[in-house]
């Protein structure tokens, strides 16, 4: 355990009652901020845990959300049990919404939180005052994935000066609300931008190829499965530059030779094996691993 960590930063905690997804993101001058301040954990609920952070806020304010308290409820019981709790600053959201803050009297100025209908903004040691209320605006007039809303209100909030010391790391987690029985399926997104000169810029970036990444991921196994109907909906029509992204591209030349559409197969490995050319041999390891039909690939790989 890390124990108390100086956490001068900007966080948002927020929950999609549409997608039923909750998240947390967080920036800081402060190196790995994602360490101790993000928290989240599916069936029970997110926090950020920030100033002088206690660990103690998250890790067992995960147990008790699970148990069944609110984030209310799990926020007021563990103040009642800290021996310094006008040094934290805290942020809750449980799985079913409720939502809960606290900003204690010893925090860094400029320091304060804002609470809206599904999220929460704090921080600390900030540029001005008018940054969490600007985060959650920024959140609830945005459109998209949570995860990306979630970078928005970091990107608004490094826009009015962010952290006074300036900026160094980021992190973003996101779980569905309710657990599926699948724990493998319930971290939606887990990134961390520990030490960069421009770290949500960095986070955008990350966020968005994630999306891209899993999509492409979840595609190729659907083909291999058999229903490529549904795994050329997961593309949505986009195709992949071999030489930025090439093993998104092999996975999409997979899944559109197993729809038929073989001629752009073709086309997109050709270009793969001028730009990349060590994803050419991974996919003919793909076929030595039975992981997909030898005639297949052989009518689109180009000769080697």
């Known amino acids: 355990m890390l124990g108390y960590a100086l956490r001068m930063t900007y966080s948002i905690v927020a929950r999609d009652p549409h997608t039923r997804e909750m998240g947390v993101a967080t920036q800081s ?62 942020a809750m959201i449980d799985c079913c919404g409720a939502l809960a803050a606290y900003t204690g009297d010893s925090c860094v100025a400029e320091a304060g939180h804002h609470v809206s209908a599904h999220s929460v903004a704090l921080g600390n040691m900030l540029a001005d005052s008018a ?25 608004v909030a490094q826009s009015l000066g962010g952290d006074v010391r300036g900026q160094r790391s980021a992190a973003l987690l996101v779980v569905r609300a309710e657990r599926s029985g699948r724990p493998w399926r319930d971290n939606v997104v887990d990134l ?34 058999g229903q490529v109907a549904a795994a050329l909906d997961m593309l949505d029509g986009s195709v992949p530059a071999p030489h930025e992204e090439p093993e998104l591209a092999l996975l999409h030349a997979t899944v559109l030779a197993k729809a038929g559409r073989v001629d752009q197969a073709r086309r997109l490995l050709r270009q793969l094996a001028t730009d990349a050319p060590a994803f050419i041999d991974t996919a003919q390891r793909f076929v030595a691993a039975k992981l997909v039909d030898p005639r297949l690939f052989k009518e689109i790989l180009p000769e080697t």
Request: avoid cysteine.
């Open 29 to 90: 001058q402060a190196f790995a901020v994602g360490s101790s301040v993000s928290w989240a954990m599916s069936g029970a609920g997110v926090i950020a845990t920030q100033s002088i952070g206690e660990p103690m806020y998250g890790e067992l304010g995960l147990d008790l959300m699970r148990s069944g308290l609110t984030a209310p409820e799990a926020l007021d019981a563990l103040r009642s049990i800290d021996p310094s709790p006008e040094r934290r600053q805290v």
């Open 131 to 155: 940054i969490w209320t600007r985060m959650v605006d920024a959140f609830e007039n945005s459109t998209g994935s949570l995860a990306l809303r979630l970078v928005e209100a970091l990107k």
């Open 192 to 225: 961390r931008v520990d030490d960069h000169p421009e770290p949500v810029a960095e986070l955008e970036r990350m966020t968005r190829y994630s999306v891209r990444y899993h999509a492409a991921y979840r595609a190729f196994e659907l083909a291999l499965d």
